[in-house]
């Protein structure tokens, strides 16, 4: 809706960014705002639509900021697992893909208008309760994202909580269904358990060099390296390039003159309107034929203000008279926009129609946009052209180490040319390495017949305004680790196995001690451990290891014995990797839903059905991946 429209950013701060913007379609043309170039490589393919190169670098970089945003102060980029953030960010875009793709099967859409109003109503853009353009600009930047980019994330947003939502509100709970739930998720237990660790057998055991060659031999699936690669490398590096350029005042007054040039060509109008909705409640005659009886009040005197207050449906500028500030082009719906920058100031329209109705729109003035100086630009020029000049050394030195690369028959030649270093990667295999060693392309090409023949790779472009050229440095077959070399893992892992397997025995001893009518003190005893009690524990208890706890819950209920008193129910497990546990469950209790009010009884079926639904949507979205071709490159 029109009601979040923005109010006109005033300051020397909205001048300077107006500036950059010309200065940006100025210098690079409406391609530097909308996107890249056709026919760029994809990193994955995914029922035929595609996740290309620059799309998967951005969502890595945003990832990336997000994380160091959640660190804090004391952020540190190196502690980032490169490899695992590749990954999970590829498999989350592939993820949405797949969603988005069965979104569209569907012929969902998301209108315009809804995208508007979902931003306009985002409280990170809002400045004294209203839409804020500079605020939106800001904070876009601040992320390092484009407009464009962020309605199409925001679009896919919406289309994707369309289709969840259409799952997920249809999910119920019967009233036998959420009263067995409550049963088990208010169930309290009564119980007691001795802990043994491992550990303290592993003073008891030994293992013998034969035992070590026995395991050796027989898994030697499990100390097999894979194919491997190590190389060398020379790295062009655009961000680098930038060191070397110099910015004369000459270039910055030019660029100055340029961005004031467009400035001058620009103009901003000041707009009231009054709005008529058409929708479920008034078809587009009713609307029309009120939005006529309003014209009619105006040519016979009545106030422009008064009338939006009295009659205008958008509720964001109705109080104020239907004033909408001073806008620029493009900020409206086409055929609004059309109306008012043909209009001459203190003129009304006739009504037009748009997708949210009909307006009557009032132009009240006309001005330029006041152009920011020199000096409060100098910083941001110095920027643009310095990033202009290191973009063009750039693609200067990229063509020349391209034709020197070719001919080469190392990679002195061209670093020496090219006045950089030859440096070496560390070994990686096809599951990629780290830093740039994880890029995929540049894993497939380290593993191409090309570089592991020995000849120098194509200048391969990996993003971020980097171009790198690789050499085979040493190329390492399949092949099993010495045993020297994992001897002493062995030891450790045959030690652990036969301290549990004591451990085992033991807690198979208890068992059948108890069974023969041990007491619970000669348990302990046996055990050499001390029992620990437990009244009325519920399934999230905090005083108990939750994966004790998860095994007391799975226990079957103690049942009556022949004197009808409940038998104790005791039983041994594995907790995990270094400590056993014996169980003796005393009691179960479930829980009542007769307990709970009616509000919490609604709050506890609201949960069920919204966890139900969440549920179903998951299920459904695996099945989708499955279902779904998908191509990783």
Do not use: C
Request: aromatic share 6%; charged share 30%.
């Amino acid at each position: 809706m029109l009601q979040n429209i923005r109010d006109n950013a005033q300051g020397t701060i909205a001048k300077i960014i107006v500036a950059v913007i010309a200065i940006t379609f100025a210098l690079f043309g409406v391609e530097s705002i909308v996107g890249g170039m056709q026919g760029e490589p994809e990193v994955a393919v995914v029922d035929g639509e595609e996740i290309t190169e620059s799309q998967y670098a951005r969502a890595v970089e945003q990832r990336r900021r997000q994380i160091l945003s959640q660190m804090g102060p004391q952020a540190d980029a190196s502690a980032i697992d490169e490899n695992l953030l590749r990954r999970a960010v590829l498999e989350g875009l592939i993820e949405e893909q797949v969603l988005l793709n069965a979104a569209d099967n569907k012929k969902l859409v998301i209108s315009n208008a809804l995208i508007d109003q979902y931003i306009r109503s985002m409280p990170a853009f809002q400045q004294n309760g209203r839409f804020s353009q500079e605020a939106y600009v800001a904070t876009l930047r601040g992320a390092g994202i484009l407009p464009l980019e962020f309605r199409q994330s925001i679009t896919r947003e919406l289309l994707l909580q369309q289709d969840r939502e259409a799952i997920r509100q249809t999910a119920f709970v019967t009233d036998s269904e959420l009263s067995r739930l409550i049963g088990l998720d208010r169930q309290t237990r009564d119980f007691a358990y001795l802990t043994i660790p491992t550990e303290q057998f592993r003073s008891q055991v030994e293992v013998t060099d034969e035992e070590i060659q026995e395991y050796y031999q027989a898994n030697q699936d499990a100390f097999r390296l894979p194919e491997r690669v190590a190389l060398e490398y020379i790295e062009l590096d655009r961000a680098a390039l930038a060191d070397e350029v110099k910015v004369t005042e000459q270039d910055l007054k030019v660029r100055y003159e340029q961005a004031i040039a467009e400035l001058q060509r620009q103009e901003e109008r000041k707009a009231a309107h009054i709005l008529i909705e058409v929708g479920e409640d008034q078809n587009r005659e009713e609307a029309l034929a009120r939005i006529n009886q309003i014209q009619e009040e105006l040519q016979a005197g009545a106030d422009f203000a008064e009338l939006a207050k009295k009659y205008s449906q958008d509720l964001g500028s109705a109080n104020d008279g239907g004033d909408l500030g001073y806008v620029t082009p493009g900020i409206f719906v086409p055929e609004f926009d059309q109306a008012l920058f043909e209009m001459r100031p203190g003129e009304v329209s006739e009504p037009v129609l748009t997708e949210f109705g009909y307006h009557l729109i009032k132009l009240e003035d006309v001005r330029e946009q006041e152009a920011p100086t020199y000096e409060e630009m100098k910083e941001q020029l110095t920027a643009t052209v310095r990033m202009e000049k290191a973009q063009a050394l750039f693609e200067e030195k990229a063509r020349l180490l391209e034709d020197v690369s070719y001919t080469a028959p190392d990679l002195e030649e061209p670093a020496s040319v090219l006045k950089v270093e030859v440096k070496e990667s560390p070994v990686f295999s096809r599951e990629g390495g780290e830093g740039l060693f994880a890029n995929p392309r540049l894993v497939n090409v380290a593993f191409s017949d090309e570089v592991l023949n020995g000849e120098n790779s194509s200048p391969l472009d990996i993003g971020d305004g980097k171009k790198l050229v690789v050499r085979l440095k040493q190329h390492f077959e399949p092949s099993v680790e010495p045993l020297e070399a994992v001897e002493q893992e062995i030891r450790e892992r045959l030690v652990a196995e036969k301290a549990q397997e004591k451990a085992a025995e033991l807690g198979a001893q208890l068992v059948a001690a108890y069974e023969q009518g041990a007491s619970f003190e000669e348990l302990a005893k046996q055990a050499n451990q001390t029992w620990q009690t437990v009244d009325q524990a519920q399934r999230s208890e905090p005083s108990v290891n939750p994966d004790v706890l998860a095994e007391v819950f799975a226990m079957p209920r103690p049942q009556a014995g022949e004197s009808g008193a409940s038998e104790v129910v005791v039983q041994w497990f594995k907790i995990g990797l270094d400590q056993y546990v014996l169980v003796a469950l005393k009691s179960v209790q479930d829980g009542s839903l007769e307990s709970f009010s009616e509000a919490e009884r609604k709050a506890i079926e609201d949960i069920l059905v919204q966890s139900g639904g969440a549920r179903e949507y998951l299920l459904k979205s695996q099945l989708l991946h499955q279902q779904a071709d998908i191509k990783r490159t």
